[in-house]
């Protein structure tokens, strides 16, 4: 246990807040600037999303009701309503996305707040992740994202490599640029996954497989050193993990929207959560006050825990000892002062 505990003698330094994406940094869903170019009714896509988990059923094929809205979107590419959309079209609807008052401007408060004279000796860090059943070109093409360290979020594949691709030359494959199979899916589930990424440092080290058993003392970011925002009852099993494991987990809500309100307390009142607030990053906003005071509170905890690593590690440095006439005479001195 010795040797373990000397791994990482300062303790691990740096704080990391996750956040969803939609109805969370941003009022809405990311995909409206996307339908309102092509001129599409997004209620009419959405509606049909919503039926398509159970028409898939009932020709006996289980589909994902977190992700099929992709291939559903694939479907608008393929069969006209959206032909020639790239990922480098998304990223340009990114750049057209309104994200909730306060935004950014408290993701760069709270990097700084490491930087302040009580932590500044400490050499602490914190970090901002995006994890989002969204498109990750739309994230990334956003006025958000050179605050963010890493997204994790759904992609698409353009041009994909037909059979035999091995022996073709490039010039002989196909080079139809238009998104057109899914790269990368994430549903409410599989957000655990990308927890336990940066928890180990996976996503900062190729090497470090996600599955790889690391002592706690090792990772990169324990998750006790995390904060995870989100807006409702499909984050419960991120805050699940977040909470159980020490982190902070906070419920945002549309303070105009009743129903989401409810569903944010009722969060608080089964402990999914440890408190709830309007999505609204307003300096002194109720959800800047408790993200900025637990950031404060978790920066505080490491520099306890670097204290108690180091005194545990630091053995007492050795004393002189007296000779034997210098402690007869200290005795003799001792004896008088005692008369």
């Known amino acids: 246990m010795r040797a373990s505990k000397m791994t990482h003698p300062y303790g691990q330094n740096i704080v990391a807040c996750i956040w969803d994406f939609d109805k969370t940094l941003i009022p809405g869903y990311m995909q409206t600037p996307l339908f309102e170019y092509y001129n599409i009714n997004e209620s009419v896509f959405w509606e049909e999303v919503n039926k398509l988990p159970e028409i898939y059923l009932q020709r006996g094929c289980n589909v994902s009701s977190d992700t099929i809205y992709l291939n559903h ?18 990223s340009g609807f990114g750049e057209k996305l309104e994200f909730c008052p306060g935004l950014p401007n408290l993701f760069q408060t709270l990097a700084e707040i490491p930087k302040l004279e009580e932590f500044i000796d400490h050499d602490f860090k914190l970090e901002h992740y995006i994890i989002s059943t969204g498109l990750s070109p739309m994230i990334k093409g956003s006025k958000i994202f050179p605050f963010v360290e890493d997204v994790f979020a759904c992609e698409f594949i353009e041009s994909p490599l037909p059979p035999k691709y091995t022996s073709q030359t490039e010039l002989s494959l196909p080079l139809d640029l238009e998104i057109s199979q899914v790269g990368m899916t994430v549903d409410n589930t599989i957000k655990t996954r990308f927890i336990f990424e940066i928890n180990k440092g996976s996503n900062k080290n190729p090497k470090i497989d996600v599955n790889s058993s690391i002592p706690h003392e090792a990772r990169r970011i ?20 977040v909470k159980g494991m020490g982190g902070k987990t906070y419920a945002v809500y549309d303070p105009s929207n009743e129903k989401e309100f409810e569903q944010s307390c009722d969060l608080v009142e089964h402990g999914r959560v440890h408190n ?55 005795e003799d001195v001792a004896q008088q002062l005692l008369w």
């Not at 979107?73 to 480098?88: A, D, I």
């Not at 637990?294 to 108690?308: E, G, S, V, Y």
């Open 73 to 90: 979107l694939l479907s608008y590419v393929k069969n006209g309503p959206m032909r020639g959309l790239t990922n480098q079209k998304l």
């Open 222 to 241: 324990p998750v006790d050193q995390m904060i995870y925002v989100a807006d409702g009852p499909s984050d419960v099993p991120v805050f699940a993990v």
């Open 276 to 330: 709830n607030g309007p999505a609204d990053y307003r300096e002194n906003s109720p959800t800047y006050l408790w993200i900025k005071q637990k950031t404060f509170d978790i920066l505080r905890t490491m520099i306890a825990k670097k204290d108690k690593n180091l005194n545990e590690n630091t053995g007492s440095s050795p004393k002189h000892l007296p000779h034997s006439g210098e402690q007869s005479i200290n």
